[in-house]
């Protein structure tokens, strides 16, 4: 099976959310025995088949990721970072390593510095969830080296992610892992 991306509708109600990613991957595999769980860092896993499930939620989107292989995905929606409102150079500076920090800074203007920390934090957070990690681990790994992504940390790849749906263009996603 190739990756296969399933969007759905956010829920802010985080049972309602489960009931839709249960009933869309039952749905998807044609099998009502499969199982959704959640580990206790709330990385979810399927039983049932042998697949790999990634979920991502920001604004009115949930992005449901299925491979064959261990997959993390991520994504923000865009509108809800307006300009001016936040201090990226700070945020990075407790979130991320030093290097990322700096990278950070070198924006020329605020949208700039906007841009290059969403960068950084969708492909950290699909690392993470990737890995079964934690926004805690963020600091212990790097995604750039100088002005540059890198297109894999260790030996998991990681990219920029599109996925076509309506408004689509308002959502920056990443994923991580071996994706065929």
Request: proline content about 4%; overall charge neutral; glycine content about 8%.
């Amino acid at each position: 099976m190739a990756l296969k991306c399933i969007v759905l509708a956010n829920n802010p109600d985080k049972e309602a959310r489960h009931a839709a990613v249960l009933e869309a991957v039952r749905k998807y595999f044609g099998n009502d025995e499969v199982m959704v769980n959640y580990g206790e860092t709330g990385k979810p896993s399927i039983t049932g088949v042998k697949k790999y499930i990634s979920v991502t939620t920001t604004g009115e989107k949930m992005i449901v990721a299925l491979s064959d292989s261990p997959v993390g995905i991520d994504g923000e929606y865009l509108p809800r970072y307006a300009e001016g409102k936040t201090d990226y150079a700070m945020l990075a500076d407790r979130f991320f390593s030093g290097e990322e920090s700096e990278y950070v800074r070198a924006g020329s203007t605020v949208v700039d510095e906007k841009d290059r920390f969403m960068k950084i934090w969708t492909r950290k957070e699909a690392y993470v969830k990737c890995t079964g990690k934690g926004v805690a681990d963020f600091p212990s790994f790097s995604v750039i080296e100088g002005d540059k992504l890198l297109p894999k940390v260790g030996s998991i790849p990681l990219r920029k992610f599109s996925i076509a749906f309506e408004g689509s263009e308002n959502y920056l996603f990443a994923i991580a892992g071996e994706l065929k």
